[in-house]
C-alpha cells in the first residue's frame, strides 16, 4: 500500500508528486486545501519516498496502486492534482476510472510523449558513491557539479535520509529510474478520453505545455481549461505557490 498523509476532513483530494519528489514537496499547499474544507491525501508513488520499492514502474501499475489506495480508504469519489509524472499518472487514472474522479488538475504536463530529458540530473544522482559515507554537504558538492541549478538540487536533497547512523541513502529507487526511465515520457492513448472537468496549469516559464499541444489536450479532456501560472517553471507549485494555490482552489471549489 501507498504510504500517505491524509490531513482534514470534507471532500476527499488526492496529491500526486512528481518524478523524484515526495508527498512532503506538497507540505504547506496541503494544510491550505484542508482549510478549505478538503481532506487531503499526499502520497508517495511506488519507488518514491517512504512508499515501497518495486522493479514495475509503469503507469498501469501506478493507476493500480491509486486505485488500491481508493479501495483501502473508502474513496469512491476524490479529485486529484497531479504534478508532472503524477499528472500523467493522475490523467491514465481518470480515464481509466472516469466515475471514481470529480475535478482533476494537471500541473505543467501534458498528454504527449516525452523523450527522456534528465540526463544531467541522473548523472548527479548516479554519481554520488553512498559505500564511501558522504554527508549531506558532500552529497551536494557532488551533485553541484552535474546541477548547476540550487533549487533543484534542494529539492533532490529532501530525498535524503539515514539509513542507519554515518550511512545516507536515496529515498527513491534509482537503480530502477535507471532502468526504466523511457516509461515516464508514456503518451497517453489515443482512445482515453476523461470529459468532467480538468484544470491544467503551465508555467509560465516552462516548456513543458506549448501551444501546439492544446488540441491533444482538448482531444482527450474536451472539458478542460488551460491556464498559465506567471514567474514560474516547471515546478510551479513550488516557484509561484500562490497563484497556484489561488487557481487550483478557485477551480476545486466552483
Not at 54 to 67: G, N, W
Not at 100 to 116: E, S, T
Request: aromatic share 12%; with cysteine.
Amino acid at each position: 500500500m501507498l504510504y500517505s498523509k491524509i490531513e482534514g476532513e470534507g471532500k476527499p483530494l488526492l496529491i500526486l508528486h512528481g518524478y523524484l519528489g515526495m508527498s512532503d514537496n506538497w507540505k504547506t499547499l496541503a494544510g491550505q486545501f484542508v482549510s478549505e474544507g478538503f481532506q487531503t491525501h499526499a502520497l508517495d508513488l511506488r519507488n518514491h519516498g517512504r512508499s515501497f520499492h518495486s522493479d514495475e514502474f509503469t503507469y498501469d501499475a501506478m493507476v493500480q496502486d491509486i486505485l488500491d489506495y481508493c479501495k483501502e480508504n473508502n474513496l469512491e469519489k476524490v479529485s486529484i492534482i497531479g504534478h508532472s509524472m503524477g499528472g500523467k499518472v493522475a490523467m491514465f487514472f481518470a480515464t481509466k476510472y472516469p466515475e471514481m474522479v470529480d475535478k482533476l488538475i494537471v500541473a505543467d504536463i501534458g498528454p504527449k510523449y516525452y523523450r527522456p530529458h534528465h540526463q544531467d540530473i541522473m548523472a548527479g544522482l548516479n554519481a554520488v558513491d553512498f559505500s564511501q559515507k558522504p554527508d549531506r554537504s558532500q552529497v551536494e558538492e557532488i551533485l553541484k557539479q552535474y546541477i548547476p541549478d540550487f533549487g533543484t538540487r534542494q529539492f533532490l536533497m529532501k530525498s535524503l535520509y539515514w539509513v542507519e547512523p554515518g550511512q545516507l541513502g536515496f529515498r527513491f529507487n534509482l537503480p530502477v529510474f535507471n532502468e526504466k526511465i523511457d516509461n515516464i515520457g508514456q503518451v497517453l492513448p489515443e482512445n482515453a478520453i476523461f470529459e468532467k472537468p480538468t484544470l491544467f496549469l503551465k508555467g509560465g516559464n516552462s516548456n513543458y505545455i506549448k501551444e501546439e499541444d492544446f488540441e491533444l489536450i482538448r482531444h482527450h479532456f474536451p472539458n478542460s481549461e488551460i491556464k498559465t501560472i506567471p514567474n514560474a517553471g516547471h515546478w510551479l507549485h513550488a516557484e509561484n505557490p500562490k497563484d497556484f494555490y489561488q487557481e487550483s482552489i478557485s477551480y476545486l471549489l466552483k
